[in-house]
């Protein structure tokens, strides 16, 4: 399986970024989606995870209210929907995978946040 993620970039304050990752590969119906990020001299934290069975979603605190997770199995392709940023949003943003058991990680996407 592999991850491949995009949609990263530089915004103001209050913008939006829509993130897209597309897995490749076979991918069972249970698996777990989701999207993770790291600041600068920060460990690696969790902002939306999505069941691919039931698009059952989850969301760190941070990102309630304002970031908008999806998926569309089709596709196998995972979105991350970003509103009304704020710079303690900047971060590399990596895409997960969890199926079978095995856990997949895309290369990451600089979104930074700044005026």
């Known amino acids: 399986v592999q991850l491949q993620a995009y949609g990263g970039g530089l915004v103001q304050p209050g913008g939006s970024l829509r993130l897209s990752c597309a897995a490749s590969g076979s991918i069972s119906s249970g698996a777990l989606m989701g999207w993770y990020r790291q600041a600068p001299g920060k460990q690696r934290e969790m902002v939306a995870t999505?069941?691919?069975?039931?698009?059952?979603?989850n969301y760190a605190d941070s990102a309630k209210g304002r970031f908008t997770i999806s998926r569309d199995n089709a596709k196998n392709t995972v979105y991350l929907q970003m509103n009304n940023l704020k710079p303690e949003d900047t971060a590399v943003y990596y895409c997960?995978?969890?199926?079978?058991?095995?856990?997949?990680w895309g290369q990451g996407t600089q979104v930074t946040v700044s005026s």
């Open positions: 999505i069941t691919r069975r039931g698009g059952i979603t």
């Open positions: 997960n995978l969890d199926t079978r058991g095995w856990v997949y």
